[in-house]
């Protein structure tokens, strides 16, 4: 769900609270995007009365959050009404300072999405006379405002109210994600500099041998045709760099992508039980082990042909995606266009990373 972020007669040094703000958001979720858009001006650039005609506001889109430095009259810090949340900065430091702006902004955001996401009118929140920690309480200390920051939660009651006005699960977990950004700010725990870059697509790794690698190239074609927000990157586009050895390069890997994809060829030749078999080469088997511990077997596929080589007996429980490499046209394309299609549905149906809880657990 898109929300477009205006800046209405916002100072300089709000605007830079409100980006490192919009950037915490974004990397705390993929279900809430704020668009930034250009900045818009009031006529009187004096106290805000509410309500407001805000219909200048329209051509921005359905759902609009807009921010401004001027007070409200009425001494509150936001307002909504259905498709369009306008929040003051006016004042904040004397109620709001620590934990800081981009904390206090996060927490309007939040209560703004959550009023446009369902059908709560303000005159219906039902405010918490006394302080829990949520964020509907209705305090003007200043120590419980800050509490407030750093509990960063929506009590039970509230959360029941949302969903009973239309929000969904889907978009409750997003807000509850942005409330725990908040929450980290307030303690200095988001280095804004180190934020994990929000991803719109799904990132896979596919790794081969020498000898297949043109199979590597031809699945990668399928692939990002049968999915266009998928991003392939074979093991020779820039991911082993002169100035770092193969083990650290790989590891970086594990922690970028969403998705791992190793074809095992028939490249070697061991002797198992006496006899000569076709294994894949030793990197390949290694590549797998590695990928599976770091992202798990649902999000590592094994791509082999259907007369398969040998693989680890460790292995037989997990599937194995298979194409034909005995076409009389040696189109690869088309003989790894089932596979392909069997993958993309599986990284559709999966999904993307999280890698939020990885970035805050470490």
Sequence with gaps: MEFALVSVALSGRDDVHLKRAGQCIDAAQDVISLRAVASESLANDQAVSWPIDLSFLEDHGPNVIAVTSLPFEDNWFSHSTRGVSIISTAGWSDQFSPPGLASFLMMEIALSVYAQVSDVGED?????????????????????????????????????????????????????????????TAFGRLAFDDLPRTQKRYRVFIGSSGETKTVAYALQQCLESAKPDIECTVWTDGVFKPSSDFMSALLTKTRDVDYAILIAGRDDIATWRGEDVNIPRDNVTFELGLFIGALGKDRTFLVCPENAPKLPTDLSGMVHVRYRDDRLDDNLEAALRSAATSIANAIKETGRRDRWNAYIER
């Design 124 to 184: 219906s929140l039902k405010p918490h006379d006394k302080s829990i920690g949520c964020l509907l309480d209705w305090c003007v200390d200043k120590q419980e405002i800050s509490w407030k920051l750093r509990c960063g939660s929506l009590c039970a009651e509230h959360e029941g109210l949302f969903k009973q006005h239309g929000a969904s699960n889907r978009q409750l977990k997003a807000v509850q994600r942005i409330l725990e950004a908040c929450r980290l």
